[in-house]
């Protein structure tokens, strides 16, 4: 299990690559990349804030959750900080399991609580000033299936 906050970008290819040739025994590998999404087509940056220490131990928890939940060979999360712009990645969370559903599942799984329960402040910024991302209902009724 692989687990990383990082400020530095990824190349999700790659990523990808090296989780799968070090998933012995999986079927399946599921990956999912995030990118910075400019839905006003005026944010110059989303500046992302976090707690060292405090992040990395609630995504560790989260990837260990869904580890005992589905038989994973292996999963693999990153999550950037910093100022991203829009159209860079800001995550991936990659999952391997020797079944297809179990890979997708888990994926979906860490998607939905990374994107409710991680603890990352989101601040857009743009020429009309900056703004703190709000949680949105939707994110926290997705949890509802789980």
Do not use: C, N
């Not at 609630?58 to 910093?82: C, M, N, P, Y």
């Amino acid at each position: 299990m692989d687990v990383r906050v990082q400020a530095e970008p990824f190349k999700a290819g790659a990523e990808v690559e090296a989780f799968t040739a070090g998933a012995s025994g999986a079927g399946a590998v599921v990956s999912f990349t995030g990118i910075v999404r400019d839905d006003s087509g005026r944010m110059a940056e989303m500046l992302i804030e976090h707690y060292p220490g405090m992040t990395e131990r609630a995504l560790q928890k989260i990837a260990t959750e869904a580890k005992a939940r589905w038989s994973l060979a292996d999963v693999l999360v990153i999550h950037r900080f910093g100022a991203l712009f829009p159209g860079e990645q800001i995550m991936m969370v990659a999952t391997a399991a020797r079944h297809r559903k179990d890979a997708f599942e888990a994926a979906e799984y860490l998607m939905d609580y990374l994107k409710s329960r991680a603890p990352f402040w989101k601040q857009e910024r743009g020429p009309d000033g900056e703004s703190w991302v709000d949680a949105k209902d939707a994110d926290e009724e997705a949890l509802d299936r789980w």
